[in-house]
């Protein structure tokens, strides 16, 4: 493609700054609905989106409009989640709160690590490295290409993280084509593969965060151990209550507060609990 047909496709990869103010707006009044809910003109503009994207022969990087955070979009980031980033809607009550939250010197784990887009925000935050915990082995790509985008560094540890009473070295995950709802659930949809485990207090242990960010679609339930470490001053998690309800969220979060944390905040689906 000629270079000014290439210029010509880069400056199509964008949204209109007011699509982004309406849609901050939209966020704000959303609550503890946390899902984006596509209007038709949502959808065009996907469609749009899509087909700029076809037209380029490498992986643009996109540009938060809210946080200093970047976003490379290889075969496994789909246009609707381009999208989504543009308008400042992918994962922003995360990204929020780990601005909020983190502090330089915090030592960070995240389980789940997703495209890498709120570790990289958390290693940005932190200013260390930081561990990811992503069984999902065709992400791991993406995720580095995102560190990489972001001039952060990350160690990618290739297993799900599961209870301390799990029996058996491997367990399936349940891939989908958006990888957002790749999940380990036993009921969930999706194609199974499987993949070595990592014990949670092991885990723990051997990293010893300050920082712990769970986004594990529905696999926090029964997780954390009885003990959680002392230095371990911070949890960042997505609860999926319309998934797990309302009874296995309680036991969650009773079981964080046991152990000496308060709730500090809760946006959209995702609760933070804190030390003093």
Same mark, same amino acid.
């Given at each position: 493609m000629p270079t000014s047909s290439?210029?010509?496709?880069?400056?199509?990869?964008?949204?209109?700054?007011?699509r982004i103010e309406e849609r901050q707006e939209a966020i704000a009044q959303r609550g503890l609905d946390g899902w984006p809910k596509d209007?038709?003109?949502d959808l065009e503009e996907i469609e749009r989106l899509r087909l700029c994207l076809r037209d380029l022969p490498d992986p643009p990087v996109l540009l938060h409009p809210i946080h200093p955070i970047k976003l490379r979009v290889d075969v496994n980031i789909s246009p609707t989640m381009a999208y989504y980033f543009l308008l400042g809607d992918y994962e922003e009550s995360d990204l929020e709160l780990i601005e909020a939250f983190i502090c330089p010197g915090d030592r960070v784990v995240e389980c789940g690590g997703g495209a890498g887009i709120t570790g990289a925000f958390a290693a940005h935050c932190s200013g *260390?490295?930081?561990v990811l915990v992503e069984p999902s082995?065709?992400?791991?790509?993406?995720i580095l290409g995102n560190?990489?985008? *972001?001039g952060e560094?990350?160690?990618?540890?290739?297993a799900a993280v599961v209870p301390d009473g799990f029996e058996g070295d491997h367990l399936n995950i349940h891939i989908n084509e958006e990888y957002w709802w790749?999940?380990?659930?036993? *009921?969930a949809r999706g194609r199974p593969?499987?993949?070595?485990?990592?014990?949670?207090?092991? @885990?723990?242990?051997?990293?010893?965060?300050?920082? @712990?960010?769970?986004?594990i679609e529905g696999a926090e339930v029964g997780l954390l151990p009885k003990s959680l470490p002392a230095d371990l001053r911070l949890i960042i998690a997505e609860l999926h209550t319309p998934d797990i309800g309302d009874e296995a969220t309680a036991e969650i979060v009773n079981s964080i507060v046991s152990q000496g944390f308060k709730l500090k905040r809760i946006k959209a689906q995702t609760w933070v609990f804190g030390r003093d």
């Open positions: 290439l210029d010509q496709a880069r400056r199509k990869i964008q949204v209109e700054s007011w209007s038709p003109e *260390n490295s930081i082995e065709s992400m791991h790509s993406t560190f990489e985008a *972001n560094p990350c160690k990618i540890i290739g790749t999940t380990t659930r036993t *009921n593969e499987p993949v070595p485990v990592i014990r949670i207090s092991e @885990l723990l242990r051997r990293e010893q965060p300050t920082v @712990l960010l769970m986004d």
